[in-house]
């Protein structure tokens, strides 16, 4: 029998409360996490190990839908200093649209990561991604649609104590037979509040053909990074446009198992 998204959310999440009680922080790699944000950094994760981004989706008055819940998970794993593979992955989704109460699961979509040029400080890591569509379970899609195919150039460097995640987007988006480009554009700049704490700030744009509009917001988020390979956060996404979705609330970590695949 063919396992279902849900059951492989929770089993994929069962690594997490196992890895911490056993890992040793002095020789834990460092989890790189893509999350809340929309924003990818075009740095990748440590080579041979699994990464875990988990999260709950709450939005409200979108164009699509009245109200929509979602969890959330991107797996993630670097084959070489160049090449990281990603699944992102919505296994479970509750929607209500015109009146009607939905519930879905199963979206799925695969992905790659290469890194063009490693950067270091000011001078920054340059990389692209392109992302295909699986499968769509069907629940209503946000402002921006749901991509068939996706093309991504992303920058990522640091400017003193600020990071910065730089993406370009280039999509094709279907409705039946009509098929059409969107672009897309984000800035997200993190700052260390403390140690531990930090809070990030995002500009994002994206062209809407088929509603020929364009969506804009911003997003704040907070971060609590307790050891190397856990990081908690929470995102607050307000829309700016009449055809962008008006809130959304993005809670969850990022866990990176702390134990290589392969030998180096």
């Given at each position: 029998?063919?396992?279902?998204?849900l059951?492989l959310?929770l089993?994929?999440?069962m690594?997490?409360p196992?890895?911490v009680a056993?890992?040793?922080?002095?020789?834990?790699?460092?989890?790189?996490?893509g999350?809340p944000t929309i924003?990818t950094?075009?740095?990748i994760t440590?080579?041979?190990?699994?990464?875990?981004e988990t999260?709950y989706l709450?939005?409200?008055?979108?164009?699509?839908?009245?109200?929509?819940?979602s969890?959330?998970e991107v797996?993630?794993?670097?084959?070489?200093?160049?090449?990281?593979f990603?699944v992102p992955?919505?296994?479970?989704?509750h929607?209500?649209?015109?009146?009607?109460?939905?519930?879905?699961?199963?979206?799925?979509?695969?992905?790659?990561?290469?890194?063009?040029?490693?950067g270091?400080?000011?001078k920054p890591?340059?990389?692209?991604?392109y992302?295909?569509h699986?499968?769509?379970?069907?629940?209503p899609?946000?402002d921006?649609g749901?991509?068939?195919?996706t093309?991504?150039?992303l920058g990522?460097?640091?400017?003193?104590?600020?990071h910065?995640?730089v993406n370009?987007?280039?999509?094709?988006?279907v409705q039946?037979?009509?098929?059409r480009?969107q672009?897309?554009?984000?800035?997200s700049?993190?700052?260390?509040i403390t140690k531990?704490f930090?809070l990030t700030a995002e500009?994002w744009?994206f062209?809407?053909?088929?509603?020929?509009?364009?969506?804009?917001?911003n997003?704040?988020a907070?971060?609590?990074t307790?050891?190397?390979t856990?990081?908690?956060?929470v995102?607050f996404?307000?829309?700016l446009?009449s055809?962008?979705?008006?809130?959304?609330?993005d809670?969850?970590?990022?866990?990176?198992?702390?134990?290589?695949?392969?030998?180096?």
């Amino acid at each position: 029998m063919k396992p279902s998204p849900l059951k492989l959310f929770l089993l994929l999440n069962m690594f997490v409360p196992l890895s911490v009680a056993q890992s040793n922080d002095a020789d834990e790699p460092e989890a790189n996490p893509g999350r809340p944000t929309i924003a990818t950094p075009a740095t990748i994760t440590p080579v041979g190990y699994l990464q875990f981004e988990t999260g709950y989706l709450g939005a409200t008055h979108s164009p699509e839908f009245s109200s929509r819940y979602s969890l959330t998970e991107v797996v993630k794993l670097s084959a070489t200093r160049r090449l990281e593979f990603v699944v992102p992955i919505e296994p479970f989704a509750h929607s209500t649209s015109n009146g009607i109460t939905s519930n879905g699961g199963g979206d799925l979509s695969l992905g790659a990561q290469a890194v063009l040029f490693h950067g270091e400080g000011a001078k920054p890591t340059l990389a692209t991604s392109y992302f295909h569509h699986v499968y769509d379970d069907g629940a209503p899609s946000f402002d921006i649609g749901s991509p068939t195919n996706t093309i991504e150039l992303l920058g990522s460097a640091d400017l003193g104590r600020f990071h910065l995640d730089v993406n370009f987007f280039f999509a094709e988006l279907v409705q039946g037979s009509v098929r059409r480009g969107q672009f897309g554009q984000t800035i997200s700049a993190s700052y260390p509040i403390t140690k531990k704490f930090g809070l990030t700030a995002e500009f994002w744009h994206f062209s809407q053909p088929f509603l020929r509009g364009n969506a804009v917001g911003n997003l704040w988020a907070l971060t609590f990074t307790p050891r190397k390979t856990l990081v908690f956060d929470v995102g607050f996404n307000r829309g700016l446009t009449s055809t962008s979705t008006r809130w959304e609330v993005d809670a969850g970590f990022t866990y990176l198992l702390p134990y290589r695949l392969w030998k180096r």
